[in-house]
């Protein structure tokens, strides 16, 4: 019984989940098809996606116009799955003007520091 308690909290969660589709298999794999709704100018844009899982299949990935299937062009996509960390911080932000904003212990006191490329 205690195994079917999280497949219970999911469908009893349906009403909210109603865009997203789960489907579990063997050996730890799951496929989710979500549909989302994205506001995109004409012209090029970039659509970034942050709330997802950090096992995505990168080639599964589908992003296409449910009325009219070639009415997008994916010029580029990329997947970033390494996890947050100071080391990736800083090679991400190497050569950019970077802004902290740092506590003073004693005072409380804020200050925006500023960094950029010598």
């Not at 997203?20 to 063997?26: A, F, G, R, V």
């Not at 709330?51 to 062009?73: F, G, M, N, Q, Y």
Request: charged share 25%; glycine share 4%; hydrophobic share 40%.
């Amino acid at each position: 019984m205690e195994r079917m308690l999280p497949l219970a909290a999911l469908l009893a969660a349906a009403p909210v989940l109603a865009q997203t589709q789960l489907t579990i298999y063997n050996q730890n794999f799951a496929t989710v098809k979500e549909t989302r709704t994205l506001t995109l100018a004409g012209g090029e844009a970039e659509v970034r996606v942050t709330d997802i899982t950090a096992h995505l299949e990168p080639d599964s990935v589908v992003l296409r116009d449910l009325k009219d299937r070639d009415a997008i062009r994916i010029l580029e996509q990329n997947y970033e799955s390494d996890p947050l960390s100071e080391g990736l911080l800083l090679r991400k932000s190497e050569g950019k003007v970077l802004d902290f904003e740092v506590t003073m212990p004693q005072t409380g006191e804020k200050r925006i520091l500023t960094s950029s490329p010598a």
